[in-house]
């Protein structure tokens, strides 16, 4: 395979070379856009018809109502009890881990009573309906239904609601069997722009839901981006990512497959190596040149390595944390001695991953922490998804008679600085006159 572009870290233009190597614009077509947008329109006014109707001609599927587009909770137990019983298993393993870790992000209600006796405090509650789409057919995540679909349970979310497409009436049992294992309520055979739409809006057999999650193409993501304000959405996406520091004391096989389990997502997906060993970084590259050789998706990768891939050389390791830092990575693996130490110096990454046997690959599937992470830098700003992106919170207030004087004197004096007269009347009233 061709050389990965090489960077030197103290080299005069290096900021403006990495700025050049990240740069990734999340912007869609022109048409696309507009197609979604009526696509939306449509689904809002012909509800259940609109989403036949795109069925039949999108996904290539004879169906005349929305029955054969809707799975029953027997459906999915009987995909979950067919599955073959390693695959099983390693949902199951993988679910249990998922949930347990998630169990503790579980955020409660507080309330505390001042001097004067008026309450203050957070009311934590679950959204009540949840959506989450799934890519359908050939490609297979269940994984990503475990990512979505458990954190909402846990958080207690009312109602759990399910798209997924099967274009030509082709069903993936292992996401089918993921949804049950999750809980997940209701499951719709429906993909792309229409389902987001009715997911959105809702239709006569679709329910409305508060908050969309889950991984979709270039359709789906334009499609949430244009619900969003109607409902919630989880992030747009975009490619995949993983940067790995590494002390060149790690097998350069391993470093070599990590950055290809991210570069075979898609050619645009980038992996990044950073190391103050210029010896490792070559021998890094001889070993991808061998390994690529016996891998499935060998050209998706090559491209992906030749056009978004980067190996960085660096002073050493304090200035590897300053190049990642400014990566704000979404996948970061640190191949280091210490590394839980030096993790701590890191301010911006998605999911870190410590230490020489960690591969991110186990944070895809079974770690626990949650696989939907911030990508292309907004890491400095996010975080991965979670059961607090399904509970919202409400703050409580209630004043005492005493606490009422004394809010509504300081509320009084800022509302007339706001040229605000009722706002300040309104704090004044509750004032005993006497």
Known sequence: MDSVLRLSANAPDFSLQLQQRLAWEAVSDGNVASTVAEIIATVRRDGDAALIRYTKQLDALAVDDMSHLTLSQDDLQRELQTLPAEQR?????????????????????????????????????????????????????????????????VAGVGELVMVVPTPKGERNAMVLAAAALAGVDKVFTVGGAQAVAALAYGTESVPRVDK?????????????RQVFGQVGIDMIAGPSEICVV?????????????????????????????????????????????????????????????????????ADIDQAIEVV???????????LEDAEKWAKQVRHAGAIFMGRYTAEALGDYCAGPNHVLPTSGTARYSSPLGVYDFQKRSSLISCSPEGAATLGKIAGVLAEGEGLTAHAESARYRIPKN
């Open 89 to 153: 298993d390693a949902l199951s393993s993988a679910a249990d881990r998922v949930r347990q870790y998630h169990e503790h992000q579980k955020q409660e209600s507080w309330q505390y009573h001042e001097a004067d006796g008026t309450l203050l405090g957070q009311q934590v509650r679950p959204l009540d309906r949840a959506g989450l789409y799934v890519p359908g057919g050939k490609a297979s995540y269940p994984s990503s239904v475990l990512m979505n679909a458990i954190p909402a349970k």
């Open 212 to 224: 969309i999650t889950g991984p979709g193409n270039t359709w789906v993501a334009t499609a949430k």
């Open 246 to 314: 590494c002390d060149g004391n790690t097998d350069p096989d391993w470093i070599a497959m990590d950055l290809f389990s991210q570069a075979e997502h898609d050619e645009l997906a980038q992996s990044i190596l950073i190391s103050p060993d210029a010896a490792f970084l070559e021998a890094v590259q001889k070993s991808m040149d061998r390994l690529v050789q016996n891998l499935p998706r060998r050209q998706v990768i090559e491209t992906s390595m030749r056009d978004r891939g980067v190996f960085i050389e660096v």
């Open 325 to 335: 830092n400014t990566i704000a990575p979404e996948h970061l693996e640190l191949s």
